[in-house]
């Protein structure tokens, strides 16, 4: 991402201190903790970590290595929280009061594409343990009543409507797979972009056409805030209706300035961050391989 933008740029997300993964009717869960604690954080302030993490985990999940990406998104809900699928995936917004929730087609998470708000928020609250949200339904299935009993709500702190009570609560959950979907189409697009100008055959050229092409985050919305002081810059404040699609805006960004600090080693292929523009390899290991080799080459 732009260094030079960064502090202008402005958002928030919860996490909790502690999380871990359940298993229900044969698929895992990722929850946080019962004595968790919950803080605010600004993932603009730390936009190329959260970008190298979901990137890694991709590429852990590329290589068919689970057991090291479960690890790292266990690692990456403790450092950043959940992803926010709730109020991510959705096409229409403020879902609580529109009783209706709308669906793309082809995601994860359900197989309808017309929902009742409140089947669908049962689907992020699986780990039930703790009940920690009260939902209650009228005849016709709309919400009557949706109230959270954090320690912190943290919607006191925050505008927002109140389906994100639920994304910031204990009671909520994400499935493992969504994450890996997401980290591996992200991965994806990541080599897509990266590899782009090498390409030498139409065959994944035409692969990588698709992949980008799919990349579409939607609903990004932001505004312009005014300092109170004097000497304050004015900051972009943006409307992030979850983590990933915060995560979406980081890589955008990030895959569209000339100054680029999240990039694929030329080496080893791997994401890394590096404040030097001109840098190309993840690790002085890297470089000199691949300078081994340049010579190599040369001398054949
Ligand atoms: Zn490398």
Redesign the pocket.
Known sequence: MKKDNVNNFRTFWFKYSDYEMVEIDERYYITPKENAKISMYDPFKIADEILVDILMIGRYIEKNDIASSNEKIMQFVKNYGLLGELTYLPINSDIVNQNKVYLPKGNLVSNEEIMSTYDYIELFLKCKKKQKIVMKKNARGEILELSTENEVNPLFAIDRPTEYAVIFSKAYSECLVWIMHYARTLYQTFEAIENYSKLEDAYTKQIYDIRIKNFNPSKIACRVLMGNKKDDVPVLEWNFNSLKLAIDTMFALNETTDRKTVKM?K??S?P?SSLNLKAE???PQ?RNQANVYKSRAKNK
């Open positions: 080693c080496h080893c791997k890394f390899y993840c690790s890297c």
